[in-house]
């Protein structure tokens, strides 16, 4: 019986760490195309979007060449 609550306590975490490594690559908020710097190629757009979770606004800007998108964060006035 100790083996089986032994073997229960270790799947639950291995499960939890599983959740969390799956959150971290897959929120949208991790994603590589958010930054200052904007890459070579991209070109600004009229479109801003403003973040639900800190009211930030961020710029999107586009690559015709690609079709990837990058977000960076707007200065307030």
Do not use: A, W
């Not at 270790?10 to 930054?35: A, E, P, W």
């Not at 904007?38 to 586009?62: A, H, M, N, S, W």
């Amino acid at each position: 019986m100790k083996i089986t609550l032994n073997f229960y306590f270790i799947f639950q975490i291995c499960m939890f760490i599983l959740v969390v490594i799956t959150y971290v690559f897959f929120d949208k908020r991790y994603h590589k195309n958010h930054g200052s710097d904007i890459p070579d190629g991209f070109e600004k757009t009229e479109e801003i979007t403003i973040d639900p979770i800190d009211g930030r606004r961020l710029r999107v800007y586009y690559n015709r060449r690609t079709g990837e998108r990058f977000y960076c964060e707007e200065k307030s006035n």
